[in-house]
């Protein structure tokens, strides 16, 4: 008799008749399983029938995949995925309507199989659904169908999106273009053009000459279908060539999208999509969001070219900007004549704006980053925000106690910090949504939160009372009032400047000393026993919120060759604590969702081991992820009997840190994790305060009394990451 191991009950159902109750041996050829079960039915041909999940996506069952059968999964007996596609292909080129239609529609849903998409590409069906298409008899829901189906089929990854025709890009265009499309229809074509786009460098100049920021701009008004337009923008921007990314022209609306530089700060596209999107009357769904990410990653881009630029010192036009400077600031129009007296002139006045370099300062813009773009932002600033400029530079300059703020040297430092914050030159990251709404209320938002945050520097260096041995320690105090505001997701700039005035160098003291409590305090022998004594309490409680929270369970998003189909499954353990349940979701729950409804699940006793980042299975299969440092810190796997796992990327390092703690926790492993270690910290000191406050109160006895054994009861919850 095979091991218990290789046994899979289930239910097998054919319409018309009972169900089959069967035990499958995993160990035999699934053609044999087949034919068993149409013998029970006494169907002819086993070779014509599959194996089907008959629940979600209602896959069929291959060699390969037949290891994710799990015990009690319903299964229906189905027509072969070749016969299948042969039918599907021969109704879809009938002359009847309706019939038409229905082909349609159910290739629609089976096009996300893989072994019936390789059935149905083999018998050149994309070629016969292309030249639907181009026909333009299509419409409605036969279209839509259509193009959903094309979509599943070609994101196989098994046909070349080259092989596409120069007249389907022009159909596909025609539809985002006119004014008048049905919404699924729009969505669907502005899929498939990003994935044209992402997928081809020569379909990238196809679908660009089709295709403008005007008439994408004039979809972003649709809450529908604006997350759709959105991607493609950034997918034509991610994909131009470098050289054509700088180009600028007179009406950027009419412009092809492979010149881009210009138009994505361009106010109308910025007021649209603050206007439309991120003010709007709906919540940022995580697509949303992602998309805005990646938009604003871009724009800031193309700030690389200047911030990795050196200034040549002997370039005239470029040394002119730094003479700008000088005559803003001390209004150089009564230079003396004579050229040695210009010249110490000049050498006292580049000395009073900061430079390190006082006789040539264009030497300071030699290092890379920050570079060209460094004096980009000092230029912005002497000439849109001139009194500011004037007062900094005049207000240091006029000082002899060694407390002055050298302008020159802090902009050159403070652009190359807000490089690295920004993370300016990189690519977007899979699985990041961390947008800043204020970015995209201003069409130089990046020059004016450089003048903000200059401001907010000279003042820190006059709260600190700073000398030039203290400049890099100014620096560190600004990058943290900088990252703290921006964490708190200012809406404006204003917003921010008000945020930055609450993180004065004070509060960052503050806030530096509550947060080191739990390391420095405490450290006498009596108070280092009692903390001994009160952790294994405190770990207890820690643990209970873990697995409570696993309880109630989490919803996570599954990640697809398209990021813009949102797919989710959600997870949650039982009440008993012995059994995982999971099971794919249509969209994001609003609430708690019930054990009926997840229709998977591993018993607790069959887990074997819980793994994170890049040993984790699903994170060596995808080798695009492997690079992905965000997705891989939010990786973890499931690894169960029989040698089969359950993958994870969290939502947030939050959702991370509990799962892999209550997983440890279920386990009767240690909880490891950075949020453990800052909730037991925290925990401990509030412990150790309450009972110190009490026995401040009482007299003191000859023999101190026990310490309580039962622990305080906190209702805390939590804002990480």
Request: hydrophobic fraction near 40%; aromatic fraction near 8%; glycine fraction near 4%.
């Amino acid at each position: 008799m095979p091991p218990h191991s290789d046994i899979v009950k289930v239910a097998i159902e054919w319409p018309g008749a009972n169900a089959q109750l069967i035990e499958i041996d995993q160990k035999k050829p699934l053609s044999s399983i087949i034919r068993e079960v149409c013998d029970g039915w006494s169907l002819s041909g086993s070779e014509q029938f599959a194996l089907r999940y008959a629940d979600g996506p209602q896959l069929y069952i291959t060699e390969q995949s037949r290891s994710e059968m799990k015990n009690g999964t319903i299964l229906r007996l189905a027509i072969s995925p070749a016969r299948a596609a042969r039918q599907l292909l021969d109704r879809i080129q009938s002359h009847g309507i309706d019939a038409r239609l229905e082909a349609l529609k159910e290739l629609a849903k089976l096009s996300a199989d893989p072994t019936f998409a390789t059935e149905f590409i083999n018998m050149e069906g994309i070629g016969t659904l292309a030249r639907l298409v181009e026909s333009g008899t299509h419409f409605g829901e036969m279209l839509a169908f259509t193009l959903t189906a094309f979509l599943e089929l070609m994101d196989h990854g098994i046909v070349s999106w080259d092989l596409i025709s120069l007249s389907f890009i022009k159909q596909i265009a025609g539809y985002v273009n006119q004014p008048m499309v049905d919404v699924s229809i729009l969505q669907r074509s502005l899929a498939i053009l990003e994935s044209m786009v992402l997928n081809s460098h020569s379909l990238y100049h196809r679908v660009a000459q089709d295709i403008t920021v005007g008439q994408l701009i004039g979809h972003l008004s649709n809450q529908e279908i604006q997350t759709y337009a959105i991607a493609l923008i950034n997918a034509l921007f991610l994909k131009a060539p470098e050289d054509r990314r700088q180009e600028e022209h007179n009406n950027p609306l009419d412009q092809r999208l492979t010149e881009m530089a210009s138009t994505l700060a361009q106010k109308h596209l910025r007021s649209i999509i603050l206007n439309h999107v991120i003010r709007g009357n709906r919540p940022i769904k995580a697509e949303m969001a992602h998309q805005l990410y990646v938009l604003q990653v871009l724009t800031f881009n193309l700030l690389e070219e200047r911030m990795m630029t050196k200034m040549d010192p002997s370039d005239q036009a470029q040394r002119d900007i730094i003479f700008e400077l000088r005559r803003i600031a001390f209004d150089g129009e009564n230079d003396p004549s004579g050229t040695e007296k210009r010249k110490a002139m000049y050498t006292k006045d580049y000395k009073m704006l900061g430079f390190t370099n006082h006789v040539n300062p264009a030497m300071d813009f030699t290092q890379t980053p920050p570079g060209m773009l460094a004096l980009d932002n000092m230029l912005y600033l002497a000439k849109l925000h001139q009194d500011t400029y004037i007062r900094i530079v005049l207000e240091n300059s006029s000082r002899e106690d060694k407390h002055e703020c050298p302008f020159g040297r802090c902009a050159i430092e403070l652009t190359r910090m807000l490089c690295e914050i920004l993370q300016v030159g990189e690519l977007p990251n899979e699985g990041c949504n961390d947008y800043h709404p204020m970015f995209f209320t201003h069409d130089r938002a990046w020059e004016e939160f450089f003048c903000v945050c200059i401001q907010l520097l000279n003042k820190t260096w006059k709260e600190m009372r700073a000398t030039a041995e203290d400049f890099n320690k100014v620096m560190q105090v600004v990058r943290e009032q900088i990252t703290r505001a921006l964490a708190m997701k200012p809406s404006s700039l204003d917003h921010l400047k008000g945020k930055l005035r609450g993180l004065s160098y004070s509060e960052i003291l503050r806030l530096r000393q509550s947060e080191r409590m739990s390391q420095d305090d405490f450290q006498s022998p009596p108070i280092i026993e009692l903390r001994e004594r009160i952790q294994p309490e405190i770990l207890e409680l820690i643990k209970q919120q873990r697995l409570n929270r696993l309880c109630e369970g989490s919803c996570f998003r599954k990640l697809g060759n398209r990021r813009r189909q949102e797919k989710f499954w959600f997870c949650r353990l039982s009440l008993n604590h012995k059994v995982l349940h999971y099971g794919d979701l249509d969209e994001s729950p609003q609430g708690e969702v019930p054990l009926e409804l997840l229709t998977d699940k591993i018993p607790v006793s069959d887990i074997k081991s819980v793994v994170t980042g890049k040993d984790c299975p699903h994170m060596k299969e995808k080798s695009a992820l492997k690079q992905n440092k965000e997705v891989l810190e939010l990786a973890f796997s499931v690894l169960h009997d029989p040698d089969e796992n359950l993958n994870f990327v969290a939502p947030n390092k939050y959702e991370y840190c509990v799962w892999t703690d209550g997983l440890c926790a279920l386990l009767g492993r240690e909880m490891g994790s950075d949020l453990t270690r800052s909730d037991l910290d925290t925990l401990i000191s509030m412990e150790m305060k309450l009972r110190l406050l009490d026995l401040e109160n009482i007299a003191i006895p000859e023999t101190p009394p026990p310490v309580p054994k039962e622990p305080s009861t906190y209702n805390f919850t939590y804002n990480y990451g």
